[in-house]
């Protein structure tokens, strides 16, 4: 019932450009937070970018001005535009459905299965 799908990853050259969607399945989209995180083989998973309920963005400094968080509640569906795409982006990327209290309830946030990048010559 609560799941992440991510999709649009795949192999692009550097200064190419991809676009990652993530549809989601669950309770209470429009007021959580959804964020990306990316995750390379021997570091640790980290923020790339994340966005309120009400449109609010945050990116991490190494992506600010190439990349473009998005969201479309009527779809509940999260967009990652990504440009100017450099070797050091190559991850898997994940979507993150933040957790959110409702009516006195707690939702938890989940994560999806995440969708490789690879920026490669």
């Known amino acids: 019932q609560e799941y992440l799908v991510e999709s649009g990853g795949g192999l692009v050259q550097p200064g190419g450009s991809l676009r990652l969607s993530c549809a989601f399945s669950?309770?209470?989209?429009?007021?959580?937070?959804m964020g990306w995180y990316r995750q390379a083989p021997g570091k640790q998973r980290e923020l790339v970018a994340d966005i309120s309920g009400g449109g609010r963005t945050n990116y991490a400094d190494s992506v600010k001005g190439r990349f473009t968080i998005s969201r479309d509640n009527a779809k509940m569906t999260v967009y990652l535009q990504m440009n100017s795409l450099k070797p050091e982006d190559t991850a898997v990327y994940y979507c993150?459905?933040?957790?959110?209290?409702?009516?006195?309830?707690?939702?938890?946030?989940?994560w999806g299965q995440g969708t490789q990048v690879t920026v490669s010559s």
């Open positions: 669950g309770s209470i989209f429009s007021i959580r937070a």
């Open positions: 993150n459905a933040g957790g959110t209290y409702y009516r006195g309830t707690y939702y938890s946030g989940y």
